[in-house]
């Protein structure tokens, strides 16, 4: 079974730009989590989306959103870019919810 | 005070020796608890979930909950230097929606020859 994909691996934009990432979970998975990691807050919860609706959100300003198509491929979208906003964006799938998640290679974002 | 606590390290032991990797949470009806290894750049990925009290072992993995004193451990016995990564524990607790994942910020280890 092929594993979590995310496009693209490496992203340089500009502040006040605005970003689209994309992750393509496992076959059969339908819950997509994204987190953010950065050296200093580690590993934060974005949000989850199972069967194309939200059901989690972490505690991150409305510039951050996402959504979830019916073949449970998940996009996340950034508007409005800050410094604050490079780190590396993770998701993850799991068959159904947050138990057994299994991480995409991430997308590494550098807002300049 | 953070949700899910761990000690940064680097926590250093030599080839062969026990390592104790230790995290708190502070949300009593936390359900699920699970550890995670991240390699440096690399992604993190699953090694141990524990749901009950007590001790749950995985070949040299072993994972220990109390949750009176919300507290999990994982041991790494014979460890390698092929463990050497940082350690995330993960707690998950029932929201509104769904269950939500939270990470602490993880406990480098380094295993030295």
């Known amino acids: 079974k092929a594993g979590v994909t995310q496009t693209p691996r490496y992203l340089i934009k500009t502040r006040g730009q605005q970003v689209t990432l994309s992750c393509s979970p496992i076959s059969g998975h339908r819950s997509v989590s994204w987190y953010q990691q950065t050296p200093g807050q580690g590993l934060q919860f974005l949000f989850e989306?199972?069967?194309?609706?939200?059901?989690n959100k972490g505690n991150f300003p409305g510039r951050f959103s996402g959504r979830q198509f019916s073949n449970s491929r998940s996009e996340m979208n950034v508007s409005t870019l800050e410094l604050g906003d490079s780190a590396l964006y993770l998701c993850?799938?799991?068959?159904?919810?947050?138990?057994?998640?299994?991480f995409g290679p991430g997308t590494r974002l550098l807002v300049l | 005070q953070k949700e899910v606590e761990q000690n940064s390290g680097p926590l250093s032991v030599p080839e062969g020796a026990i390592a104790s990797l230790n995290c708190t949470y502070s949300d009593r009806v936390s359900q699920s608890f699970f550890w995670y290894r991240q390699y440096s750049g690399k992604s993190p990925e699953l090694i141990m979930s524990?749901?009950?009290?007590g001790d749950k072992e995985d070949g040299r993995f072993t994972a220990q909950l109390n949750k009176a004193s919300q507290y999990v451990s994982l041991l790494i016995r014979d460890s390698q230097p092929s463990d050497s990564a940082t350690y995330l524990c993960a707690v998950s607790a029932l929201t509104g929606g769904g269950n939500k994942l939270t990470f602490g910020t993880g406990t480098q280890l380094k295993v030295e020859l």
């Open positions: 524990i749901y009950s009290n």
């Open positions: 993850a799938s799991s068959p159904s919810g947050v138990e057994t998640q299994y």
């Open positions: 989306y199972f069967s194309e609706t939200q059901r």
